[in-house]
């Protein structure tokens, strides 16, 4: 099982960027069986879950992201998205997604850079 993740990129402070995440080699109910959650790797920090959402969509943020910042996920295709707006050179870092027990593999993650 191996989440990959996709989408991020340059953005000036302010804007939004959105990153995808897809579990490949994981059955649907195996995907359901489990609260995803992004993760973020700042340079030099630890990585920092960020955002999690349950089979059923209820969500949870760190304070950091909070407002700003939406999780979502589509259980049939065994996705999970982060749709990041009004973004500040804070969130910069490769932003990752995994279940909250970190129990699957480390994806390759998705860099995220913010200027301004």
């Known amino acids: 099982v191996q989440p990959v993740e996709s989408g991020g990129g340059l953005v000036q402070a302010g804007g939004s960027l959105r990153v995808s995440c897809r579990v490949s080699g994981a059955i649907t109910s195996f995907f359901n069986s489990k609260v995803m959650g992004w993760y973020r790797q700042a340079p030099g920090k630890e990585r920092e879950l960020v955002a999690s959402?349950?089979?059923?969509?209820?969500?949870n943020y760190a304070d950091s992201v909070k407002g700003r910042f939406t999780i979502s996920r589509d259980n049939a295709n065994k996705k999970v998205y982060l749709q990041m707006n009004s973004l500040n050179p804070e969130d910069k870092g490769v932003y990752y997604c995994?279940?909250?027990?970190?129990?699957?593999?480390w994806g390759q993650g998705a860099q995220v850079t913010v200027s301004g």
């Open positions: 959402i349950t089979r059923l969509g209820s969500a």
């Open positions: 995994n279940d909250v027990t970190r129990g699957l593999s």
